[in-house]
């Protein structure tokens, strides 16, 4: 049933990617390069999770619409199933779209208030031929059934659903084509916290039985360990540091994730030695259009030494299999301060 | 909670009251094209029929009789029929012209939302071009370069009006890309044609439709201020502003002659105004 691609074979790779918009300051100002996604490099293998965290602006959602060929890399490239992803609007890439889609934050601002959520679950079978009308309303009440939605529901009106029925309409949607490549940006950040569970459950119901690879991008580090089997830290538009989850979350090795690590609310201390200690980060939110030289989240870490201010570190392997960019893990050639 | 108060309250759409001003300018409007479809049929008279001893009577009831209802104008010829053939005329120019100004905005405002780029300058230079020429020059200058005809008459009063349909058109299509519904259709792999008229127009139309309906009284008006200046609609043809504008000058001693058409000409843009209104309100399935 589901688009499995041949075993060992990664089902998406992005491989120094890089998205550079172009800002202006002031009226007048001069255009300054900002560098959104800057060299990163993800694998995603089929059936499995990425999980991108990072605050706002790191760049995360801007990996997403790149994964997505929405956008087209600056400099690497995306390769899905192996080729690489065609120009966003050809013929090519339209018939793409029926293999990975795109799960939204909002799912109202996603949805189109004027038609009912049947005729929308069904529309990307309209677009892509799939089916006569007839298949098409079978296919329909089978979805709306995997996503937790009463048959009845599908005759409504998207403003007539509560929050967290849109958003199963909007995966139902979204899985219609059935996809090997679900991104999904924030899927459950403007839910309830209550329907937040439910939701992410779903997702990885629906993974285990339907074989579907995801990017899960979110600033929620919770759920992100809930669904994930691989996380990407990402600052400034650069992945930090990456690995197993568990790993990741129990001893956190770049300072960056440290501090994400231990704003994490929990009642008792279960993320490992460290306890409860609180990291609260001080000075300015990053902004990509005036990057700090050398590691951009020097003036920022508790740690930093003087390499930190000269030399950009670069990802790379540490123990327990994750990669991590710190000078910290790996002293710059020269003298440790 | 929202589970219950969905099931309790179903979507009615059943059962729809109309309001009683909607009901009158329904009734109204379904006259007008009553009259316009059939004023060949009603017309007591022929509207070029002279009845030189009859001039200027007045209407029923201010010392007229019923073979003249309207009354007469300075000639003889019978008001009730000049009106009849005239909303004929009056209703096909601003029908047409604000047809042809919905489609030809809307479509410049999509192309420049989805092409952006030279595409988006040209149709921006032509929508400040028509704003900043009073649209009345324009007319002149074409009417007395080409002549008369009433097609090319309709085609003109189409230019009126269709750059605030393509600023709404484009400036609602853009944001509707930029995010929401209409990106994710696109993400979808729907074609752009599919995205615009599947999606963008059935959501902006409530906004078009209400542009709209302001500018068919604005052509009314404008065919009557034309047609006042003997650039319009050519005698012995007649339309609304035509009988106006010949009825003004006997406004002290013979004013049933302006005033028949005038009040039509109010009737019809307040109806047309009233039912936009309304139609606005009923397109949006988010108001109940």
Redo the contacts between chains.
């Keep these: 049933m589901s688009l499995l691609e041949p075993a060992g074979a990664s089902l998406l790779e992005l491989e120094g990617v890089s998205r550079v918009y172009s800002g202006r300051r002031g009226l007048l100002g001069r255009r300054v390069p900002v560098r959104a996604v800057d060299h990163v490099s993800l694998t995603v293998a089929p059936g499995r999770t990425l999980g991108i965290v990072g605050e706002s602006g790191c760049g995360k959602s801007t990996t997403g619409r790149l994964a997505l060929g929405l956008e087209a890399p600056d400099q690497g490239q995306v390769r899905f199933a192996g080729q690489p992803i065609p120009p966003p609007g050809g013929a090519e890439w339209r018939r793409l779209r029926a293999r990975m889609q795109l799960v939204y934050q909002d799912p109202l601002g996603a949805l189109d208030r004027r038609l009912t959520i049947a005729t929308q679950i069904a529309e990307p079978l309209a677009i892509h031929a799939i089916g006569t009308p007839a298949d098409r309303r079978d296919r329909v009440a089978a979805l709306l059934g995997d996503v937790g939605l009463r048959a009845d529901l599908g005759g409504r009106y998207p403003h007539e659903l509560s929050g967290g029925q849109r958003q199963r309409a909007v995966l139902a949607r979204a899985l219609a084509t059935d996809p090997a490549l679900l991104v999904c940006d924030e899927p459950v950040s403007a839910l309830d916290v209550s329907i937040q569970a439910q939701v992410v459950n779903m997702l990885t119901d629906l993974q285990d039985s339907r074989g579907i690879a995801m990017l899960f991008i979110s600033h929620d580090l919770k759920v992100v360990r809930q669904v994930s089997h691989q996380v990407a830290v990402m600052y400034l538009g650069r992945v930090v540091e990456q690995g197993d989850p568990e790993a990741i979350f129990a001893t956190p090795a770049h300072p960056y994730s440290r501090a994400l690590v231990s704003a994490i609310p929990t009642p008792r201390s279960s993320l490992g030695p460290r306890g409860r200690e609180r990291i609260v980060l001080t000075g300015d939110p990053p902004n990509p259009a005036n990057r700090p030289a050398g590691c951009a989240f020097h003036p920022r870490c508790p740690l930093a030494i003087a390499a930190c201010r000269a030399e950009a570190p670069e990802l790379r392997p540490a123990d327990g299999g994750r990669l991590v960019a710190c000078h910290l893990v790996h002293p710059p050639s020269g003298s440790f301060a | 909670m ?2 219950i108060a ?1 099931a309790a309250a179903p ?1 009615g759409r059943a059962a729809v009251r109309l309001p009683a001003g909607v009901v009158a300018a329904l009734a109204w409007m379904v006259l007008i094209l009553a009259v316009a479809l059939l004023a060949d049929m009603l017309r007591p008279y022929s509207i070029t029929a002279l009845d030189l001893r009859a001039r200027l009577t007045p209407p029923v009831g201010f010392g007229g009789t019923l073979a003249h209802p309207l009354g007469t104008d300075e000639l003889g010829r019978d008001v009730l029929s000049r009106l009849l053939v005239s909303i004929r005329m009056s209703v096909l120019i601003a029908f047409g012209a604000t047809v042809i100004a919905a489609v030809l905005g809307t479509t410049l405002g999509f192309l420049a939302a989805h092409f952006r780029g030279w595409v988006e300058q040209v149709v921006l230079m032509l929508i400040d071009f028509q704003a900043s020429m009073p649209f009345l020059i324009l007319a002149l200058s074409v009417l007395a370069f080409f002549g008369n005809s009433l097609p090319l008459f309709i085609g003109l009063m189409g230019l009126h009006g269709w750059d605030r349909h393509a600023r709404i058109a484009r400036g609602l299509a853009i944001a509707a890309n930029a ?3 209409a ?3 696109r ?5 752009p044609l ?1 995205v615009y008229l599947g ?1 963008v127009l ?2 902006i139309a409530a906004t078009l439709i209400v542009s709209a309906t302001l500018s068919f009284p604005e052509v009314v008006l404008l065919e009557s201020g034309l047609s006042f200046l003997g650039l319009g609609v050519q005698p012995p043809m007649t339309s609304l502003g035509t009988m106006v504008g010949y009825g003004r000058e006997y406004l002290t001693r013979a004013a049933w002659i302006l005033l028949a058409p005038s009040t039509v000409i109010v009737l019809t843009t307040l109806s047309v105004s009233l039912l936009g209104d309304w139609l606005r309100d009923r397109l949006d ?2 108001l109940s």
């Excluded at chain 2, 993400?187 to 074609?191: S, T």
Aim: hydrophobic share 30%; charged share 15%; proline share 14%.
């Design positions: 929202s589970d969905l979507p995010q929401g519904y990106a994710a259709v993400q979808l792999g729907a074609r599919r999606h059935p959501n399935p988010t």
